[in-house]
Every structure is written in structure tokens, then in C-alpha cells.
């Protein structure tokens, strides 16, 4: 099981932005995909973005969201831009056990969750 931790999550209105960070072990950091998941309420969680040696990025956010790291802290973190209402959900951070860029596609591939952070999206 890998440990991580989610902080930045909030309330904002439509058209803000909010960043998110998850941060782990750094010896974990270096051996596991870390992915971003959501779920809204009465939905299924769905992937949204995921980085290891490359990153990924849903379709469905492309243009609003992107995935960075920061190796020294072993923090991944994601900016999303242009919130809106229907992005409002639990997110959280995951680690697969696949080593896929692309992780978030599937949470079949995902070993461990964090608690999530909640971000709500006033219109």
C-alpha cells in the first residue's frame, strides 16, 4: 500500500481554479503511476489525469486541467482552470500497479487511494 495525502480542495465559483496536490513517500513516488480520480455525486468515479514518465490527461478536461510533479517534494499536483459546476465532486489520488502513464483510464490498475479532497463548483 502506498500513503497518500490530498490537500486543495474547496469552494469556488464558476470560471475559478483551484490546484490540488497529493503528496507520497518519495520511494513510492518513483515507482508508481499517480492518477487523479473523481466522482460526483450519484456517479462513478472516473479517471481524469495521471503522470509517471509521461502524463495523461481525460478527454473530457484536456483544456482546463494539466498534471505536474515536483520530484523533490514527491508531490503530484493537479491545476484545473475554468471550473464548472458538473466538475463538482471527491477527488482523489491513486497509485497503480501497472507503471502506465495513462493510469487513470482504468482504476482496475490502481493499488492504492488517498482519503479525497472535496471541491465544490458554485454557479
Known amino acids: 500500500q502506498v500513503q497518500l495525502m490530498e490537500s486543495g480542495g474547496g469552494s469556488v465559483q464558476a470560471g475559478g481554479s483551484l490546484t490540488l496536490s497529493c503528496k507520497t513517500a518519495?520511494?513510492?513516488?518513483?515507482?508508481?503511476?499517480l492518477a487523479w480520480f473523481r466522482q460526483a455525486p450519484g456517479k462513478e468515479r472516473e479517471g481524469v489525469a495521471s503522470i509517471f514518465t509521461g502524463w495523461y490527461i481525460s478527454e473530457s478536461v484536456k483544456d482546463r486541467f494539466t498534471i505536474t510533479q515536483d520530484y523533490g517534494k514527491s508531490t503530484v499536483y493537479l491545476r484545473m482552470n475554468n471550473l464548472k459546476p458538473e466538475d463538482t465532486g471527491m477527488y482523489y489520488c491513486?497509485?497503480?500497479?501497472?507503471?502506465?502513464?495513462?493510469?487513470?483510464?482504468?482504476?482496475?490498475?490502481?493499488?492504492?487511494w488517498g482519503q479525497g479532497t472535496q471541491v465544490t463548483v458554485t454557479s
Open positions: 518519495a520511494t513510492a513516488y518513483r515507482s508508481h503511476c
Open positions: 491513486a497509485a497503480d500497479e501497472v507503471r502506465r502513464n495513462d493510469c487513470a483510464r482504468d482504476e482496475r490498475w490502481i493499488a492504492s
